[in-house]
């Protein structure tokens, strides 16, 4: 017998025949990437950057991360040609450990800033960890939600490839593009473990420390030296049932400070508490930080600093450029593995190994 649904009387649903798919790839998308990752002469980036054009800025600091040989040497000269219009700001660099309220704060004292202070803000950061993450968490635009949209505001995560020479390199390298297009103001983002906190400091004109109450940081804080160079510590979430423990932090940390010499600047560092979520406090921090700016402006030392700290980036730069042309040598590449080898199973020490590395490479010099 025949199916019903074949007769030509049949008057029910019919099935149409479909439509194509479209491709799931954009057409359009290999002419942006194409024109995405065109590249400018350093002087048309420079033009942009002076001219305060975001997306040149972006773009020349993308080139400074960018480990392409060309990429580099075009970076570098777009950073020497914007050089003669650089330091004109005031950099603050910004520490404290994960869920201190790094980026609440930044976001609000960054307001704060705008507002009372007028002028732009660049936001940068100096993140080791985003090298084995592969993705940042610090300088997130996301955690900074006020700031994000703000028109007169720079955010940029930070870079990720490299060791923390390299990175911390790249963040200063950013400073100078920023401030020649215009950013009188800086912040460095640092997350506080380890050593990225004296790379940060070896940037900034003003180091704020972020602890918070009750955690028993205080002595970790002195542990790992970080309190010597913190030229003021700010306590967060001093707010509802917190606003005592801070308080009673703030004042441990005050006879703390104690323990320490006077810092270089002269200028005992204050210890203040705040509300970065609430934003209670705020302005009382930043008048902290500009007052310390202009007393160090009136005495010098924000001068002298400034040149220490070129100097102290010549040498790091000739030690990165160095390590870099030995671990990247061939021969070296050739056989660190076999000597690390060597080392491990106790063949051959230490020294050994490293002489007959560096023997290697001095030799290609040759
Ligand atoms: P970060 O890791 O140092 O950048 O810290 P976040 O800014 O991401 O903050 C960590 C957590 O602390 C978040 O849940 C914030 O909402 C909270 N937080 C930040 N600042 C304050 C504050 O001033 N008061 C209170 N109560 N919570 C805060």
Known sequence: MEHPENSTEYAGLQVNAGVAQPSIVNPYLSQMRKKRHRLFTADEYVEGILKGDVSMLGQAVTLIESVHPDHQALAQEVIEKCLPFAGNSVRIGISGVPGAGKSTSIDAFGVHLLQNYGGKLAVLAIDPSSE??????????TRMEKLAVHPKSFIRPSPTAGSLGGVARKTRETIILCEAAGYNNIFVETVGVGQSETACHSMVDFFLLIQLAGTGDELQGIKRGIMEIADGIVINKADGENVEKAKLAASHFRNALHLFPMPESGIMPQVLCYSGFYELGIDEVLKMVFDHIEQTKESGYFQYKRNEQSKYWMYESINE??????????????????????VLGGKITSFVAAKRLLDEYYATLK
């Open 321 to 342: 450029h160095l390590r870099n042309n030995f671990y990247f040598n061939p021969r070296v590449k050739e056989q660190i593995a076999d000597m690390e080898r060597d």
């Open 132 to 141: 084995k993450t592969k993705g940042s968490i610090l300088g997130d635009k």
